[in-house]
DNA sequence: CCCTATAGGCGTACGGCATACGCTTACGAT
DNA sequence: ATCGTAAGCGTATGCCGTACGCCTATAGGG
């Protein structure tokens, strides 16, 4: 009998999302997205208890858009991972702002947990058993989000790479980076899966 | 001619990670600093020009206690690599806090550098080429990462994992979830390390 | 059609933050 | 003894999240 909501928490998330890709992490407050929306920051909190759980609204509103239907099953194991993979890594990707929000609010997400379980699925279709499956799969995990923030932070194509190119005091590592103009960031993303994935496969095909 | 300063940059970020190891990152601010060494606030800026700077001295200061020295060349160049990431995962975890702090200002950290100069030789030795030495150097980059930061945040024999592994709906996931407890910290870590390391060695052995 | 209980939405205020600016003062060189 | 320089500090500004209390729109019952 009381008087409705004007919102749904999708229209929450979706305004502060906005915020987001606009003004970048630092814009995020509840001042603006209550401005974005045209309501008194204190309305919101009939909403949300607090920040966090408006933050946690907005990974979870970008994470729901990854596919989480498993891949054909006619082709081998590791191009399926590749495809679950190269899924989270492009939605995340198109909004790199939130980046830093996804890693700290990833364990509370649901939608993180549907995307592992075909994951979980594939790896043990490919044989590995029970003690197998939690290092791969927490491995996968462990690369995902780390490159992607490497990515985010630094590419390799980029400026912070040419720095250490000229050092001379690191003669490996500056000669290595000489050689990091060649690798796209796909690639490099792809050319680290692969080097896991194979890994992952010596559990399996060495047996 | 001038008034000398009173404080050396060490101090400063000694006195900075004072306060972060007994009050967490939550707690680092320029007035927590400035009262834990008894200045004004606005002393502090005579030695760095914002908060970002303070940060930064602080993540040196740390990663400069990291080892650098390369591992005895009588073993087989996975066992180094694995020895030169150990060195960083333990720095690193005795300051829980500073993890994301580290994350954040790791492209302009020289110390991390330093610690990758030893590294990108031991691939070289190892028979990659440069482009195989770049993309497995940022591999191992994104993995330890990753793997630093999932060890943190959630470890996997938390409550978390428990959560998931009494979840009906997510049939593979709950089940792998449930193996979870027989693998230790250590175990995850190096188990997932193993499987890079071994997919590295696939660019180099099968040749 | 009106009444009323309920929850929605808002304004104000507080304590904390980083930091710009300008003042005072200690000090080394002269 | 004096003086130029930079060290260190006090104040003030404009952000932030959010606690608290008020007013009011609304749906259901009469």
Do not use: C
């Not at 939605?91 to 939130?98: F, N």
């Amino acid at each position: 009998m009381p008087r409705p909501r004007s919102l749904t928490s999708d229209q929450l998330a979706t305004a502060a999302l906005a915020v987001i890709d606009r003004d970048g992490l630092a814009g995020l407050s509840m001042r603006a997205v209550a401005q974005e929306i045209g309501m008194s920051t204190m309305g919101l909190y009939r909403y949300v208890d607090d920040r966090g759980e408006l933050e946690q609204l907005v990974i979870d509103r970008v994470l729901d858009t990854v596919d989480t239907m498993p891949p054909d099953k006619g082709r081998p194991w590791y191009e399926r991972i590749e495809i679950m993979v190269e899924r989270l890594r492009h939605v995340v990707s198109s909004h790199p702002w939130l980046v830093p929000l996804i890693i700290a609010h990833r364990h509370r997400s649901v939608a993180i947990m549907r995307w592992s379980e075909p994951l979980a699925a594939i790896l043990a279709e490919a044989g590995l058993d029970g003690r197998e499956r939690v290092i791969a799969l927490r491995s996968l995990l462990a690369y995902v989000v780390g490159a992607i923030q490497l990515e985010q932070l630094g590419p390799l194509a980029g400026a912070g790479t040419q720095v250490i190119a000229d050092r001379a005091e690191l003669p490996y590592l500056s000669e290595t980076a000489r050689h990091a103009h060649d690798v796209t960031t796909d690639e490099e993303f792809r050319g680290g899966l692969a080097l896991l994935l194979r890994g992952i496969g010596g559990s399996t095909d060495a047996r």
